[in-house]
């Protein structure tokens, strides 16, 4: 089974703390994407990477930044943290950025900024 | 990417037939169109995804008319372990793109 790890489950980290979550897969996927997800709202991407040390902005990038140094591993950062960014945070791999290719998820990691 | 749209909740009993629909009148000639599940507390899973005409497997059914310009997806005898969110993504295969989701559809199975 294809299994995406979130370093996570749950992370409490106060106000202008740098935060760091870290996301695993274990299918040798090309593609890996971040989303935060708030009632009412959906899931929102934040980044997604097609390659090692590639990155591209989603929906909402302001305020995070990545890291892809591995193909397997993928890190959303928090440069500094604020309360809005309090949310459950989602990682994804899929084989191809193709939407006819299923995405896999992590189980999420909520963070509670304070 | 074509925009969704679908009904933000539906409520059925159990072992109900349930269709949600979700419309995507700007599809474009190769977009595919993908359904996830996702149950609370968890991130979503595939549950389904086609082209045009019907795809079916174990866990449900794909009902994609000529026109593409909407699908229905249908879960036949609802339980309550089906109580989830349902969402409707399209997209053309090929190269890299964004993998966006809506807001879905809270689908409650009542007792």
């Known amino acids: 089974d294809v299994k995406v790890t979130q370093s996570s489950r749950y992370l409490v980290k106060r106000t202008g703390e740098k935060v760091f979550l870290e996301c695993v897969q274990d299918?040798?996927?090309?593609?890996m994407f971040w989303y935060r997800q708030d009632p009412g709202l959906g899931l929102r991407l934040i980044y997604f990477?097609?390659?090692?040390?590639?990155?591209e902005k989603g929906d909402i990038p302001e305020g995070y930044s990545v890291s892809r140094e591995k193909k397997e591993r993928f890190s959303l950062i928090l440069e500094s943290a604020s309360t809005n960014q309090t949310s459950m945070y989602l990682c994804?791999?899929?084989?191809?950025?193709?939407?006819?290719?299923?995405?896999?998820f992590g189980q999420g990691t909520r963070l509670t900024v304070v | 990417l074509a925009k969704t749209t679908q009904p933000i909740s539906m409520d059925s009993y159990e072992g109900q037939e349930v269709n949600i629909t979700c419309s995507h009148n700007?599809?474009?000639?190769?977009?595919?169109i993908t359904w996830y599940q996702q149950f609370p507390s968890q991130g979503p899973r595939f549950i389904i995804q086609?082209?045009?005409t019907k795809v079916t497997n174990e866990v449900a059914s794909l009902f994609i008319p000529a026109d593409r310009k909407s699908s229905t997806l249908s879960l036949p005898r609802v339980s309550l372990s089906d109580t989830a969110v349902y969402y409707c993504?399209?997209?053309?295969?090929?190269?890299?793109?964004?993998?966006?989701f809506g807001t879905g559809t809270k689908l409650q199975v009542i007792p």
């Open positions: 994804a791999s899929s084989l191809t950025s193709a939407l006819n290719t299923e995405a896999f």
């Open positions: 299918m040798d996927h090309e593609n």
């Open positions: 990477s097609y390659d090692v040390k590639m990155k």
């Open positions: 700007n599809i474009a000639t190769n977009d595919y």
């Open positions: 086609g082209y045009k």
């Open positions: 993504l399209v997209g053309t295969p090929g190269g890299y793109q964004k993998v966006t």
